[in-house]
């Protein structure tokens, strides 16, 4: 039997509009967990990855490489699929991208056990690797923006920021969890691989809660209704004053397709481009900059486990900024992005300076510190930018901004890295300043892209 619908069928409400009932506390848990369940997978595959790749003895570039191609079609794809969440439903998405997610760890899991085991050599491994790999940049794509877009359009503008924020740090939280378990994980009969298959079952679990739990939405039925305050609020906000002919020129309208060139949020795209490339420059160079500096090479399980506490730091600060900051200051999405972009830029210019595992780990929490208000900050200004109908255009593109920081810049630090080591650091501190400055000139104040219908 199908799942109920999102909305009375009596009413006849679409489960995207600003009529229906707010998110309760188990629909958003589920939402959390998939973002969640996303992020610990992958942070736990970053924390194992660089020991992996030094016991086959594949280079440093290669490894981090192995990521580009998965970006690069997550680039592709997000947007695709988010404009297909207006035909098919958020639900269904969501449960593709779990999909995606949970197909592409268990077989990337199962190439690196067997190149682990001797079936193949080195380079048959990296491959397989990344050919799996971008199962996830492929169908795990469609998710994040279901998610995003599921949340947005349930929530008023003055909330939507701390709305997103809350969502955004499922993936703070994931990357505590990540690499806090990964170590936990590993099984003495599938060796450094056992993470993967652990969090391809997790997944499962995750897909049979979708099922169960979030009722199916409907994106066919048209509605009109009263926008609640925030997602956990029957309260009306001043958004339900909005003006009748307006509100049916919204919702009777065919959602456009949302061009990367528009100019509400334009500038906020090339915000998010030029902060998340710094930030994952700096991601794909840690794991390797740890193995070094602390001389563990030679030693792999000190080497994840020291990984993992640096990682761990990094995701405790960017919870403080994201659960902590962001709601007890009320800040928008200008604020954050430019505190966002100095903290970033002094935390890596520590970590480019540190010598020590004391130093690393403070670099890398303030560093994160300062990315965890940035990308809400990113993420809410592209969402407040355009109307509700056009939730599910700009949630594909962030997804997609999002993933192409991830296409060349994690490959290139480690070139960076290989030259000079404190050098991709020194970029990134760059480029957060540069970003700081464009910002402050360039970013609509918050408390006008707030107030902005």
């Given at each position: ?41 992958n ?8 020991t ?40 269904a998405l969501?449960r ?22 001797g ?27 279901a ?43 599938l ?12 997944g499962?679990?995750?897909?049979i ?28 906000s ?10 049916a ?47 563990l ?8 486990q ?39 830029a ?6 480019g300076?540190?010598?020590?595992l004391?130093?690393?780990?403070i670099?890398?929490a ?10 809400p ?5 592209a ?13 594909g593109i ?40 464009w ?15």
């Amino acid at each position: 039997m199908a799942d109920s619908p999102d909305i009375e069928p009596q009413n006849r409400k679409s489960a995207d509009s600003p009529g229906t009932k707010p998110i309760d506390g188990t629909r958003m848990a589920l939402l959390f967990s998939v973002m969640l369940v996303t992020a610990s997978g992958n942070t736990a595959m970053q924390s194992i990855l660089p020991t992996i790749g030094t016991q086959l003895e594949i280079p440093d570039f290669w490894v981090s490489a192995a990521f580009s191609w998965s970006a690069l079609l997550w680039v592709y794809t997000a947007p695709k699929w988010a404009r297909q969440s207006d035909h098919r439903g958020r639900k269904a998405l969501m449960r593709l991208g779990m999909i995606g997610f949970t197909s592409s760890f268990a077989l990337a899991g199962l190439s690196l056990f067997l190149g682990l085991l001797g079936w193949y050599n080195a380079v048959w491994t990296f491959v397989l690797f990344a050919v799996f790999r971008s199962l996830y940049g492929g169908l795990g794509s469609a998710a994040p923006p279901a998610v995003q877009a599921y949340v947005a359009a349930r929530t008023a503008r003055a909330d939507r920021t701390k709305a997103l924020s809350l969502i955004s740090s499922s993936f703070g939280l994931g990357t505590i969890v990540g690499p806090a378990i990964a170590p936990l994980l590993i099984l003495p009969v599938l060796g450094l691989s056992s993470p993967m298959f652990a969090f391809a079952a997790i997944g499962i679990l995750v897909m049979i809660a979708l099922a169960l739990k979030l009722p199916n939405d409907n994106p066919g039925f048209k509605a009109r209704g009263v926008v609640t305050s925030e997602p956990y609020s029957s309260a009306p906000s001043s958004n339900s004053l909005k003006d009748d002919d307006e509100e049916a020129e919204e919702e009777n309208a065919v959602p456009p397709q949302l061009r990367w060139g528009d100019s509400r949020i334009k500038p906020w795209l090339i915000t998010g481009i030029l902060g998340g490339n710094a930030h994952a420059l700096i991601l794909g160079v840690v794991g390797f900059l740890i193995l070094d500096r602390l001389g563990l090479r030679e030693d792999p399980e000190t080497g994840i486990q020291m990984t993992g506490i640096v990682l761990m730091s990094g995701a405790a600060a960017t919870l403080l900024a994201q659960w902590g900051l962001i709601p007890l200051l009320q800040m928008g999405p200008r604020a954050s992005i430019l505190w966002g972009m100095v903290l970033g830029a002094l935390g890596c210019l520590i970590i480019g300076l540190s010598h020590d595992l004391h130093g690393i780990i403070i670099g890398f929490a303030v560093a994160s510190l300062g990315f965890g208000l940035f990308r809400p900050g990113f993420t809410g200004g592209a969402s407040l930018a355009v109307r509700r109908s056009e939730q599910n255009g700009v949630a594909g593109i962030v997804a997609s901004v999002n993933g192409m920081a991830f296409i060349a810049s994690p490959a290139i630090g480690v070139l960076l890295y290989t030259y000079a080591g404190p050098l991709p650091f020194w970029v990134a501190t760059t480029v957060c300043l540069f970003l700081f400055g464009w910002g402050f000139k360039t970013l609509e104040p918050d408390d006008r892209i707030i107030s902005d219908n």
